[in-house]
């Protein structure tokens, strides 16, 4: 605020560069969360109620514009979410502190809902003697039930629990590591299966920030043009901040205009010359702003073939544009390079016909109306060794199956979910802001604040099933916050599995030595 005060005052560019203590110390903090929760469960294993009670610390003032409440908002809402539950009761408070701001981060509120829901399934497969995955298969929602709402009145549009999680037991041999873990506890060696089925929301609408008043955009924006050499310019309202925006739009777009993606040059990033949007937040740059450039593109394409049908004297139905020329829909045959169209468009449109005006540049927006969000889903397995002298616990495998509509491409999509695993293994194990009795934060650098490391890092299997929402043509939903919703879940279900012989039962994270060693009454 210092900085932005006196770029005002000195009416010039100011800029501040904080180091790691600062930024620490300054940087939006999240998941201070203290959750009680309790689960109702019949003998043959159905869910009757979920209650849970979620204090949450937000620091001294709440951030603007969205506020330090959302995630405590989004932890209500999504407990119990994957299941059919007929009583639900939830509480939110939210307090003060004389800590760091706290505000939103990737998945925000996933992971602690997630983690609670799993962990009171887990236990309640546990007190009746039920399999985890068995109970789950109980209770899920019927993957034939939708549309339909969850007990907190959100509305689910198509998820697929079912299908999920009979993909991961064939992914993970399910029945092969329960018969391993039995044979290697006769050898003193512990090991934990732990399951975490999860729902994530994405694609949020302006019924999210804008019903509340919250200047925030929710839709997004594209604009694509021939230029005089052929090649194609697409400016999108999204931003790209590692997810791939960049080469997910000139994927959409390239593939269209039947253009090669090396054609596709996309601007992004700069407000001054994109169309007005959102920007990348809540896993939706394929959802809305992917839905953007292909309703763009489409339109382009259409002025292109009109364009082409006039020069070739031919109509636009008998045209395709494919490898960057134009072409006889019927046998493929060349007919004109888009490079050569442009030239005519742009140098020489006194010979195009009478009455042809040439647009080769359309705009489009794209925002969601029916529902709320787009939610997806998903199930996460993990498989895990902890040694029971020191506490340590060792990564073995990870399974990841999830639901994020149409893929528009399966490799950005993967690495994706494979970051929010490692960014929810690190929760899961190291990551904790720890301050002293009078507020100070004692780790901040990062000496002493834990982050996963590759060597740490088990191979994470991703697998997919595919239900694309009907609210867009392109049928995309997000995938970006899906691996860190559930990956904590995972761990922590795989530990208290691992550790079911001493008859331990640990629900906190993260899941440090000091805390299965104080959790097995060894210090």
Request: charged share 20%.
């Amino acid at each position: 605020m210092a900085t932005y005060a006196l770029s005002k005052l000195l009416r010039r560019p100011v800029k501040f560069v904080a180091d790691r203590i600062e930024s620490f110390n300054t940087d939006i903090h999240a998941r201070d969360h203290c959750c009680k929760g309790r689960i109702g469960v019949k003998r043959d294993g159905t869910i009757m109620v979920f209650e849970i009670d979620d204090l949450t610390g937000i620091g001294p003032y709440s951030m603007y514009p969205r506020t330090s409440a959302i995630e405590a908002n989004q932890v209500v809402n999504l407990v119990g979410g994957p299941y059919v539950t007929k009583n639900y009761r939830a509480r939110a408070r939210v307090v003060f502190q004389n800590k760091n701001v706290m505000c939103q981060y990737r998945a925000v509120g996933h992971p602690i809902a997630c983690s609670v829901t799993e962990g009171l399934v887990d236990l309640a497969a546990s007190k009746i003697g039920m399999d985890p995955v068995e109970i789950r298969r109980r209770n899920l929602i019927a993957d034939d039930a939708y549309p339909c709402a969850s007990p907190s009145g959100l509305r689910f549009e198509q998820l697929s629990h079912h299908a999920a999680m009979s993909k991961l037991m064939t992914m993970t041999g399910y029945g092969a590591l329960r018969a391993e873990q039995t044979a290697l506890r006769k050898k003193n060696i512990h090991r934990g299966i732990g399951i975490a089925s999860f729902i994530e929301v994405t694609n949020p609408s302006a019924a999210f920030y804008g019903v509340g008043g919250a200047r925030i955009s929710s839709q997004d924006g594209v604009a694509v043009r021939l230029d005089a050499t052929g090649s194609v310019i697409c400016q999108t309202s999204i931003t790209e901040q590692g997810q791939g925006s960049e080469s997910l739009t000139a994927q959409i777009v390239g593939s269209v205009l039947g253009v090669s993606m090396e054609r596709v040059r996309v601007i992004l990033g700069d407000t001054d010359n994109t169309p007005y949007g959102g920007g990348t937040w809540a896993s939706r740059g394929a959802g809305i702003g992917g839905e953007a450039a292909l309703q763009a593109a489409k339109i382009l394409r259409k002025n292109i073939l009109d364009v082409a049908a006039a020069i070739l004297q031919s109509s636009p139905a008998e045209l395709d544009i494919v490898n960057d020329t134009i072409v006889n829909a019927v046998d493929g045959s060349s007919r004109i390079d888009l490079k050569e169209l442009s030239r005519i468009v742009y140098f020489r449109p006194d010979t195009l016909p009478p009455g042809i005006q040439p647009e080769l540049m359309a705009t489009r927006h794209f925002v969601p109306r029916e529902y709320p969000f787009a939610f997806t889903n998903g199930v996460q397995a993990s498989w895990l060794e902890v040694d029971v002298d020191t506490g340590f616990v060792k990564l073995l495998r990870h399974w990841v199956v999830e639901d994020c509509g149409t893929i528009i491409n399966p490799q950005l999509v993967d690495e994706q979910i494979r970051g929010g695993v490692v960014q929810g293994l690190g929760a899961a194990l190291f990551e904790k802001c720890i301050y002293d009795e009078r507020g100070q934060l004692t780790n901040a650098n990062m000496a002493d604040y834990l982050v996963p490391m590759s060597g740490e890092m088990p191979d994470i299997d991703v697998g997919h099933v595919v239900s694309p929402t009907s609210e867009s043509e392109l049928g995309a939903k997000g995938a970006g916050e899906a691996g860190t919703a559930g990956a904590a879940a995972a761990v922590a279900n795989a530990v208290n599995d691992a550790l079911k012989p001493f008859g331990a039962i640990i629900t906190e994270i993260p899941l440090t030595p000091q805390v299965i060693l104080t959790a097995l009454g060894r210090i």
